[in-house]
């Protein structure tokens, strides 16, 4: 019957340790190995026709800014439609001038006829909002209800947007 041969990590070290280093071995080097000439990472020229070709991509943006001044004496006033199938990001910036609360409602339309409503918040005396509809549709409107119409409400809106208006982007 054969015995059977305990390995102990401490014994597998001592034996390495006094084995003789063979002629063969490798030597280490402690000096760095020379690299080759890589080129720079930044080129310069590059980085200028970069920034030549975003100065033409930016001559293509178009920025509208409309301003609106409501009265609000009714229950319910409506801004006219906007058409905002043509810009890329666009916003309304809301401002109460009035001492009352007013209650916004985002109406969006395919087509000026059908409209649905997209989102209603409502806007605290002398408060400033930015609103952004949810949804998309072609046109989009607001409709502001005074929930005490005995009480006059002037509102100012500002629609501003952002377009891409090139012929041939880039050129």
Do not use: W
Not at 48 to 77: G, Q, Y
Request: with cysteine; proline share 9%; aromatic share 10%.
């Amino acid at each position: 019957m054969r015995q059977k041969r305990i390995h102990s990590p401490k014994l597998a070290v001592k034996r390495i340790k006094k084995r003789p280093v063979s002629d063969k071995a490798v030597p280490i080097l402690k000096e760095p190995i020379p690299q080759p000439e890589q080129p720079p990472v930044f080129n310069h020229d590059e980085f200028e026709e970069l920034f030549e070709m975003l100065d033409r991509e930016e001559s293509c943006v178009a920025f509208e800014n409309s301003k609106l001044d409501l009265v609000i004496t009714d229950s319910i006033v409506r801004s006219p439609f906007f058409d905002t199938s043509i810009f890329v990001t666009y916003s309304f910036i809301v401002v109460n001038q009035s001492e009352t609360d007013l209650n916004l409602i985002i109406e969006e339309s395919p087509d000026r006829v059908h409209t649905f409503e997209d989102f209603t918040q409502t806007i605290k005396p002398f408060e400033t909002q930015i609103v952004v509809p949810k949804r998309f549709a072609k046109y989009t409107r607001l409709a502001f209800v005074n929930p005490s119409p005995d009480v006059e409400a002037h509102v100012k809106v500002f629609f501003q947007a952002q377009t891409y208006r090139c012929t041939n982007p880039g050129e």
